[in-house]
């Protein structure tokens, strides 16, 4: 036999076999077919009838995990939650039992959740919800031959998440997903967590100001008037990252309240320069809070930002105070000097005048007197005796122990003008140390706050 028969052989062969293969093919989908029709047919299976429990009785048993896709945003002004996630529900109906025609058919897919029977569960805190439909509606059901039921659905919700901002933005959230039976009570239907690992995250899940710490599963079974439901809950632990609160409210804070102390280093008669520069870190400051106030919530109770807000903005109006105090101690401090010096004007006009009464009176009184004589011994009332006396007290009082504030204080003698710049050398450290022990006092007790509640 030639070699051209040879071929053609084994090409009628191929086709004989390929023929073959697609025949078995399409008998096994009609098979498929045939058991699709054999469980699910007009007048076999009915879907509002709920499955019967282990044995015959008790209740329908569904187990329940989650695979969380992505976490889209956490708000804080809303207090809710995005999250996009896989949701799965399997239970056991044993009416949905068929041959596996010797292990060929693993599963039979369904893409219509109303022909089979579906657990009524509901997301009790959901806000908004969709499902997802591009290209296809992303839903499935798989019947297995021993009558277990796989139904798995990708859904995006939007959640609510109450939230405690005494801590903020020091803060930890709790943010839950609780899913219960709407009309089932537990004597009919009981939700339990999948076995293993009844929670996923996927990796390198991304959050722009907060961090996925852990979560953890538990049931949350309510009780009604109307009777028992099953429900389940997860647990999800944000921390929110304190980078961006450092760059964006802590550290300009900080510089507004130094940028304040600037004033007590100008000169007390530059009056437009010290005006100004109060006005704008005060007007700047409030800017600032009422910015950080209209990202949050309007709640009852005393935030961490509110207390650090609060105190740097007061540090800031102490200061503009401090320059009012300092102009009003200047111009009192020279009123009086003024006065001073108008009054002993007038005083030593007036002991003038009398030295020329007195001597025009001895003139007329005795005109044959050449000189007056001087006494030998002053009276009390003679101005130079009172200013020995004084000196010789000086000299006998016992000396003062030294002070290193008075010696400092006294480097700045209170003369018309320095009264106010005493003020201002004053704040100068005044101001500095006592917002240093504020912000130890501040750090210490949030810090420690924090992990006391962790």
Known sequence: MGAGHCFWILYLACLCSASLGNNAKINFREKEKKVLDQILGQGKYDARIRPSGINGTGPAIVRINLFVRSIATISDIKMEYSVQLTFREQWLDERLKFDDIGGRLKYLTLTEANRVWMPDLFFSNEKEGHFHNIIMPNVYIRIFPYGSVLYSIRISLTLACPMNLKLYPLDRQVCSLRMASYGWTTADLVFLWKEGDPVQVVKNLHLPRFTLEKFLTDY??????????????????????FSYYLIQIYIPCCMLVIVSWVSFWLDQGAVPARVSLGVTTLLTM??????????????????????WTGVCL????????????????????????????????????????????????????????TFAMKPLVRHPGDPLALEKLRQCEIHMAPPKRPNCCRTWLSKFPTSHCSRSKRIDVISRITFPLVFALFNLVYWSTYLFREEEEN
Do not use: W
């Open 314 to 369: 007061t540090f800031v109006f102490g200061a503009l105070l401090e320059f009012a105090l300092v102009n009003y101690a200047s111009r009192s401090a020279t009123n009086k000097y003024d006065l001073h010096r108008e009054n002993m004007k007038k005083k030593r006009r007036e002991v003038e005048q009398a030295s020329l009464d007195a001597a025009s009176d001895l003139l007329d009184t005795d005109s044959n007197a």
């Open 286 to 307: 409030a800017t600032q809070t009422s910015g950080i106030n209209a990202s949050l919530p309007p709640v009852s109770y005393t935030k961490a930002i509110d207390v």
């Open 220 to 241: 949350c079974n309510s009780k009604t008037n109307t009777g028992e439901y099953s429900c389940l809950k997860v647990d999800l632990l944000f921390k929110r990252e």
